[in-house]
């Protein structure tokens, strides 16, 4: 297993969340908000404060070696024991400031950028980012996570929140429990910069560390990481091996 100042810094961030160091996501409000994962079905939902501020979380892109953090989410397990198509569950991971220049960090699946969303949308998106933080806030203790049903205040899935942020967003930025399950089929992960006023087109700048950084929830684990799992490893070994194998069959066949 490599070792690097990522890894470390990846176990002090786990640490951190095991201790319940907050008992409340940082709103963004003094211009440094709080990764936040959620996820929902028509029933209800599960929320886990990550901790992670996107200032601390820019600082572990930017060190040496790749990034490669994993939360253990504190009851969740619990969570989809009551659910009864955990298919069905879509889950997002988000963060936002809501003061002076906005930052949006979002989860999202294909479409990467809109150019047809404006400064203005993007702050209406950070503002229900804050909005739902607030929520989940008024419930969250020190275990770091909440689980409600669909008629909470605090439901992920309600239409503030939910995967478009109010439609403002122009893309989903949720995966699915199941379908996103490794760094193959991971969400990628993005910032969007936008003015603190006017109307230009926001900066929307993915997360690359080497390789694309990539969300996914593994069991009751949350990866956030730009390396894939040992087992995309071995399977891309095992493909070239073939590869390889095929190659000398075709130039023993012209023997």
């Known amino acids: 297993m490599k070792f690097s100042l990522k890894t470390?810094?990846?176990?002090?961030?786990?640490a951190v969340s095991a201790t319940g160091a907050s008992a409340a996501i940082g709103t963004g409000s003094d211009g440094n908000g709080e990764l936040f994962f959620s996820s929902w079905d028509a029933n209800g939902s599960y929320t886990f404060d990550l901790n992670q501020t996107i200032n601390a979380f820019n600082t572990a892109v930017a060190a040496t070696g790749n990034i490669e953090q994993v939360f253990a989410l504190t009851n969740f397990g619990s969570f989809l024991?009551?659910?009864?198509?955990?298919?069905?569950?879509?889950?997002?991971?988000?963060?936002a400031d809501t003061s002076g220049a906005r930052r949006l960090l979002t989860t999202y699946s294909t479409v990467a950028s809109n150019p047809l969303m404006i400064n203005d949308a993007i702050r209406s998106a950070t503002a229900n980012v804050n909005g739902m933080a607030n929520r989940v806030n008024a419930y969250i203790g020190s275990g770091d996570?909440?689980?409600?049903?669909?008629?909470?205040?605090?439901?992920?899935?309600?239409?503030?929140f939910n995967d478009q942020l109010s439609g403002v967003l122009g893309f989903s930025n949720a995966g699915r429990l199941g379908i996103n399950n490794s760094w193959t089929t991971g969400l990628n992960f993005e910032r969007i910069d936008a003015l603190a006023s006017g109307t230009a087109i926001p900066l929307y700048t993915q997360y690359t560390d080497g390789s694309a950084v990539r969300v996914w929830v593994d069991?009751?684990?949350?990866?956030?990481?730009?390396?894939?799992?040992?087992?995309?490893?071995?399977?891309?070994?095992?493909?070239?091996?073939?590869?390889?194998?095929?190659?000398?069959?075709?130039?023993?066949?012209r023997v």
């Open 8 to 14: 470390l810094a990846a176990a002090v961030v786990l």
């Open 81 to 95: 024991s009551g659910v009864t198509d955990t298919a069905a569950l879509k889950f997002n991971l988000v963060a």
């Open 145 to 160: 996570n909440i689980t409600v049903t669909s008629g909470s205040t605090a439901w992920a899935g309600i239409p503030m």
């Open 219 to 253: 069991g009751t684990n949350l990866h956030i990481a730009a390396v894939p799992e040992p087992e995309s490893y071995a399977m891309l070994l095992a493909g070239l091996g073939m590869l390889g194998f095929m190659a000398r069959r075709r130039l023993n066949n």
